[in-house]
Nanobody, 122 residues
């Protein structure tokens, strides 16, 4: 299993970033996927999750209305569109593979990528 994130960087408050995650080594379309993040001194947080078929999504309250998760099961790629970014969004963002296909599996994972750094600062 390999998960490779890209798209992180430095952005000003109120700005936008798009993250991507290229998945390989497993049947991507059979498993739910999530984006987790971790900031220094803070607990890991599930930011957004999506079922294997893309029909069901879930978001942390802190990002609802600002972030959008999506997936392309033909390209084996997971996405996270982040708008109206805030300094509290600063963290390393990880793409993860869930243990199952549905929403029951959203809050855990068995594989994660190396992470991509997002810094929101003026």
């Amino acid at each position: 299993v390999q998960l490779v994130e890209s798209g992180g960087g430095l952005v000003q408050p109120g700005g936008s970033l798009s993250l991507s995650c290229a998945a390989s080594g497993f049947t991507f379309s059979s498993f739910a996927s999530s984006w987790f993040r971790q900031a220094p001194g803070k607990e890991r947080e599930m930011v957004a999750a999506i079922s294997s078929d893309g029909a069901t999504t879930e978001y942390a309250d802190s990002v609802k209305g600002r972030f959008t998760i999506s997936r392309d099961n033909v390209k084996n790629t997971l996405y996270l569109e982040m708008n109206s970014l805030e300094p509290d969004d600063t963290a390393v963002y990880y793409c993860t593979k869930a243990r199952g296909a549905g929403s029951w599996s959203f809050h855990g994972y068995d594989y994660r990528g190396q992470g991509t750094q997002v810094i929101v600062s003026s």
